[in-house]
């Protein structure tokens, strides 16, 4: 089974701060997820990647296969950032496997 | 759009009662997962299926059945609630194997 593990488990920042969250596995894989869980619960998906880099907005998300490394940034945060941010990868057709998560509190 | 349609939001039961978790999607999405979250643990899976008529155990099944009559219901049902079983439930949907769509969960207290 893959392990997947997210640092930090959490993190302040001021806002417009850039902030990157890590995401290491142990398997190789054929896609890895981003999401964000807000205070009121919902879990909703940021970016599926299988390689290099996506961009929404002042997200990024990139994934260094090799080294079974990827990493999401924000850049300019905002309180409203302020969420859990969860790493889940996959093997093929394989359930998804979660990281703990990243608590985010940007500070206005 | 409707998206995944959770019920209920909250639940209150005792050990010892059953019950049954409603999920439904209006995405037409062949696979359907219920995932419980815990406090300091990630996600865990209970029980998917890929498909009507299909279901399969994930990582933490004991305790939960699951039924798929349908591509858009996936119930999930708690036998006899232990304390064990408080937590968050969430329900998602997708086309592949790669959730992408989860409900808004249901908070479930066991006394």
């Not at chain 1, 009121?40 to 929404?56: A, E, R």
């Not at chain 2, 643990?41 to 890929?50: A, D, E, K, Q, T």
């Not at chain 2, 933490?60 to 064990?84: I, K």
Request: charged share 15%.
């Amino acid at each position: 089974k893959n392990e997947v593990e997210q640092s930090p488990q959490n993190l302040t920042a001021q806002e417009g701060e850039f902030i990157t969250i890590n995401c290491s596995y142990s398997v190789g894989i054929s896609a890895l997820h981003w999401l964000q869980q807000h205070p009121g619960g919902g879990i909703v998906s940021l970016f599926m990647l299988s390689s290099g880099k996506k961009k929404h907005g002042r997200l990024i998300a990139t994934i260094n296969i090799q080294e079974k490394h990827s990493s999401l940034h924000i850049t300019a945060s905002h309180p409203r950032d302020s969420a859990v941010y969860i790493c889940a990868v996959s093997s093929g057709n394989t359930p998804l496997v979660f990281g703990k998560g990243t608590r985010l509190s940007v500070i206005a | 759009n409707a998206g995944v349609t959770q019920t209920p939001k909250f639940q209150v039961l005792k050990t010892g009662q059953s019950m049954t978790l409603q999920c439904a999607q209006d995405m037409n999405h062949e696979y359907m997962s219920w995932y419980r979250q815990d406090p300091g643990m990630g996600l865990r899976l209970i029980h998917y299926s890929v498909g009507a008529g299909i279901t399969d155990q994930g990582e933490v099944p004991n305790g939960y059945n699951v039924s798929r009559s349908t591509t858009e219901d996936f119930p999930l049902r708690l036998l006899s609630a232990a304390p064990s079983q408080t937590s968050v439930y969430f329900c998602a949907s997708s086309p592949t194997s790669q959730p992408q769509h989860f409900g808004d969960g249901t908070r479930l207290s066991i006394l």
